[in-house]
């Protein structure tokens, strides 16, 4: 009777074993997947370098990004059997993938620093820098501020907090609040060091300490275009019309006032204005060569302009 | 027969036991890295620096006071946010609605329960920032209240759903012994049923606190993530930057092995060893209880 039983009772604790191991190797079944996956999109990647089929990764800077999807759309375009993938994340991200051979073209909204170039240099790579396009910071106030125009001494003092209202700049009777980017962004290193601190390389003053780091371009956007006491910066093609772009005037000749454009960038007459990067892990070759040599041509800087950007060449 | 059984027993309760060990693995696991991650960032940034008032770490100013301050501010706003809400609701599904409506409300907490806190912190951008400058008459309402009350709206299901719980385990002759003597409904709820189920409704607070501390992407959206040392008595009322936040937004720039890594590191054991404070005191809390009320019944 006990044996009988046993013996119905064996098979279906046999087929719940293998159910059982069935459900582990269908977990397990996606992890496995997505590892080769990954091995194969790495390998895919570094044989980007011949130039048919290729597939380039392109990252950092927030910045250049939309410049950067649409280049990459329009050369898809004329090159199909080229595939571009774009990602933002900021300067420092994208230059730290590239140090870690993550991708192939790394962008970036300030130069290389000197001791990320020293580690590209320990891990064997030896970055190639091109200068892609010319940017315009704008410092933006929401438009029912009455301040028009500051020079660049009174955009330092406001962000060091030496102005902590408007009133002392000619302005209503209202709090300043202070926006800027992460400090992982290009742009805040820039503004830290040729508005912050005037260009002057041995100056320490760091931003206020109330400043508020907002996490990306759209945040500091949104809080100028609801708030009358904020005061932010941001890359020109970021700025929308809802906010009021401020005319800035140089050290030089603090009387002349100068709005951003594509034309007061180029003539230097519009001082918060920096090159635009895309930094190869060596000398650019293959299918990434002919990318680069493409955006820099006269037909990709023609889109430069076209998204508020400052082309290179002159066009 | 039997002996493949025996064979077929092994294996399965060799697989639970090593998911029930693999928490304890996986902490371990968890620990170790942070510490050999972070500890030497004690080594490599001087300890009068790691523990000042300024956080700016690509100038090498890596104060973690302001940021360690202004997560302990939005928590204790947000729980104090939280607990009212979430006690308040819990007592009320389990003591005072009738059936149909807490068959309503129970799902409607756990959808909230399953809000992206990146859902929550764009409405947070885009209604409570500009509320909360025009109703407290603010600089900005990139505040730490308006980050607190993120969190608190997060932290909210999960009190509810583990008191709630708790509430219904106490037994249900209780309650008809307060009202056989003549307690009304509300002494029954808050001298009987409440204390009765006192470890659940703590242990959820502590759940709630542990949701609130660890939340990142909601309160960076909405704080202002200014490092700014939260110690006058209306700090709350403007920006500030907590830990989490502060991770999130520098982890993915810095070059692996640099101070900067290291103090983010550092702050997050900081942060694992907060939580394990507080679920210690909740545990300790909790042992107390059982102890007196073993005591009782012997």
């Excluded at chain 1, 000749?253 to 990067?277: H, K, N, Q, W």
């Amino acid at each position: 009777m006990t044996e009988n039983q046993h013996a119905r009772s064996f098979p279906p604790l046999f087929s719940n074993i293998i159910t059982l191991m069935k459900k582990w190797f269908l977990l397990i079944l996606p992890v496995i997947l997505l590892l080769a996956g990954c091995g194969k999109s790495q390998q895919v990647s570094a044989s980007g370098q011949t130039s048919s089929n290729a597939y380039i990764q392109n990252m950092g800077s927030d910045t250049i990004v939309n410049l950067a999807l649409a280049w990459a759309e329009k050369y898809q375009q004329i090159k199909p059997d080229v595939r571009i993938s774009v990602t933002g994340g900021g300067s420092g991200v994208g230059i730290t993938s590239l140090i870690n051979k993550t991708i192939d073209i790394a962008n970036a909204s300030r130069q290389i620093k000197p001791e990320e170039l020293q580690k590209a240099k320990a891990e064997g790579l030896n970055p190639y820098e091109t200068v892609i396009a010319r940017d315009a910071i704008a410092v933006i106030v929401n438009p029912s501020n009455p301040i028009q125009q500051l020079t660049l001494e009174q955009v330092s003092g406001i962000y060091r907090g030496l102005y902590n209202n408007w009133k002392e700049l000619g302005g209503e009777d209202r709090p300043i609040v202070r926006l800027s980017r992460e400090t992982n962004s290009g742009t805040h290193v820039y503004f830290l060091e040729s508005v912050v601190r005037l260009g002057n390389s041995k100056d320490k003053t760091i931003f206020s300490s109330d400043t508020c780091l907002l996490p990306s371009s759209e945040g500091i956007i949104a809080e100028v275009r609801d708030n009358p006491n904020a005061i932010g910066y941001d890359g020109l093609g970021y700025v929308t019309p809802e906010v009021k772009v401020i005319a800035i005037s140089s050290l030089k000749s603090p009387d002349i006032f100068v709005l951003p454009s594509a034309a007061t960038v180029s003539d230097g007459s519009y001082v918060i204005s920096r090159d635009l990067y895309m930094y190869t892990p060596d000398t650019p070759k293959g299918a990434v060569k002919d990318y680069l040599d493409w955006i820099v041509s006269p037909e990709a800087q023609k889109i430069v302009k076209d998204l508020g950007f400052v082309p290179i060449a002159n066009p | 027969m039997s002996k493949n059984k025996r064979i077929g027993d092994t294996i399965i309760s060799g697989v639970i036991k090593v998911a029930g060990f693999s928490s304890i693995i996986f902490l371990a696991l968890i620990l170790i890295f942070l510490l050999r991650e972070g500890v030497p960032a004690l080594f490599k940034v001087p300890l009068n620096v790691l523990f000042s008032t300024t956080w700016y770490p690509i100038e090498g100013y890596f104060g973690i006071l302001p940021l360690f301050l202004g997560t302990l501010l939005v928590t204790l706003v947000a729980i104090l946010i939280a607990l009212p809400f979430g006690i308040g609701t819990a007592v009320y599904m389990s003591e005072i609605a009738p059936k149909w409506v807490k068959g309503i409300l129970k799902p409607i907490i756990e959808i909230l329960a399953g809000i992206p806190s990146v859902v929550l912190g764009f409405i947070g951008i885009l209604v409570m920032v500009p509320f909360m400058r025009t109703f407290f008459n603010l600089p900005t309402g990139l505040t730490g209240l308006t980050g607190a009350i993120m969190l608190g709206l997060i932290a909210i299901p999960t009190v509810v759903s583990i008191a709630e719980d708790a509430l219904n385990t106490v037994p249900d002759s209780y309650r008809q012994a307060a009202l056989a003597v003549g307690a009304t409904k509300w002494q029954t709820i808050w001298g009987i049923t409440l204390p009765a189920a006192k470890t659940g409704v703590l242990t959820a607070v502590m759940l709630g606190v542990g949701r609130a501390l660890g939340e990142t992407m909601a309160v960076m959206m909405v704080t202002g993530n200014a490092p700014v040392m939260p110690t006058k008595f209306d700090s709350i009322l403007h920006p500030l930057r907590t830990m989490t936040a502060t991770i999130a937004s520098e982890m993915g720039e810095v070059a692996a092995g640099s101070a900067h890594y290291e103090v983010l590191f550092f702050i997050g054991i900081v942060l694992f060893l907060l939580s394990l404070v507080i679920n210690i005191a909740a545990s300790s809390v909790s042992m107390k209880q059982r102890q007196r009320s073993e005591r009782i019944l012997s």
